[in-house]
């Protein structure tokens, strides 16, 4: 029996998920197209970066995810065109999908600033291959650090830096001090590792400029506490094998073998390919209802999503936005079969927290600040909570409880990529 519709949903991340969810038991047929084979808890994905949780504890299969949804039909490859006057998406040489509506939910992805040949010094943190990257190029730093005799190339490999201090670069900042300073004590023998240096660098006034000021203040008092080096009002002007080098009338170089990217995100390039207007970052100009101004079955949700809701909010990129507009164009779908009118969407923020280790996070909800011990163990069970399936809920409890008292990281596997 053919369905009333064929929604077709570009990406499995949490907008594209809640999408597909709304849809069970409705007589539309779904396609959900994903690059990957997994649904990634990004807000996680710094841990397994930091070697403090393996891969399948953030990532769920996404089959397995819609397994009793006998409606959604999962197709694994990367979109290369969009038609939206055919209405068509491709997914390179593999095949052609028609639809009748659109979901694209693509997401971002890292920003340069124009500089993309930084990438090769400093990989930025968005999926499980830059976790693992990254994860490589640190725990290898200790290890070059260890066989060297000479003091000035130990040095240099026991320094880190980590560019941009929003919640991603305050949490790697935080948990690469965890590491350096508890986790690797007594198991090297020529290295010191009181004198590995971490340096977190931000463009701006302070460290989590997103969050009240006096939340931020809390958080680079807790960083400090931490033996994070905070370097504010510095911006980035080159970047090499050797490290960074900070501002450029007065250039300030800084050694940093290892250096990671936490300071700009850019939207999908598939927003180019729609050939409809985009803000300065990228992103899908959306109506109030998610849809595309001109193209009423096309709906744009989550990061790739330029949206003023309807309270005249800026809706921010973050997870809780794209799951709720999610949950909104699937409704308004829902509602245009039946023939009613769209409901507009309406951004309800619940909050925003930030870790920065081992007892230390920041929270804000609503008027409530937390800072400390409080919103360290606030945010804990927040992400425990939001994590896909019983099983990924168990494994990070019990990793994180196990890391609690023991300061132990037990996914430090280092992986070269070896030629063949």
Partial sequence: MPYRQHVVIIGGGFGGLEAAKKF??????????DRTNHHLFQPLLYQVA???????????PIRHIFRGQANLNVIYGEVTAI?????????????????DTLIVASGATHSYFGNDHWAQYAPGLKTLDDAHEIRRRVLLAYEYAERTSNPKEQQAWLSFA????GPTGVEMAGTLAEIAYKTLRDE?????????????????????????????AKAQKQLHALGVVVKTN?????????????????????????VIWAAGVAASPLGKQLGVP?????????????????????????????CIDANDNTVPGVSPAAKQMGRCAAGNILRKMNGEAPVPFAYKDYGSL?????????????????????????WLFVHIYFLIGFRNRLTVFIDWAWAYWTYERNARIIIEHRKH
């Fill in 24 to 33: 069970k038991n409705e007589d539309v047929a779904v396609t959900l197209i």
């Fill in 50 to 60: 930091t070697a403090g949780m393996s891969s399948p504890a953030i990532a769920a």
């Fill in 83 to 99: 038609d939206l006057k055919r209405k068509i998406v491709s997914i390179g040489k593999t095949g052609d999908y028609d639809y």
């Fill in 162 to 165: 980590v560019i941009g201090a």
């Fill in 188 to 216: 090297f023998r020529n290295i010191e590792l009181d004198r590995v240096r971490i340096t977190l660098v931000e463009g701006s006034d302070r460290v989590l400029a997103a969050y009240p000021p006096d939340l931020s």
């Fill in 234 to 258: 510095s911006q980035v002007s080159d970047i090499n094998a050797d490290g960074i080098v900070i501002g450029k009338e007065n250039p300030e170089f800084l050694q940093a073998r290892t």
């Fill in 278 to 306: 985009l803000d300065r970052a990228g992103r899908v100009i959306v109506s109030s209802d998610m849809t595309v101004p001109g193209y009423p079955d096309v709906y744009i949700i989550g990061d790739l999503a330029a």
């Fill in 354 to 378: 930030a870790t920065i280790g081992r007892h230390s996070a920041i929270a804000a909800v609503g008027k409530v600040k937390l800072s400390g011990f409080p919103a360290w163990l606030f």
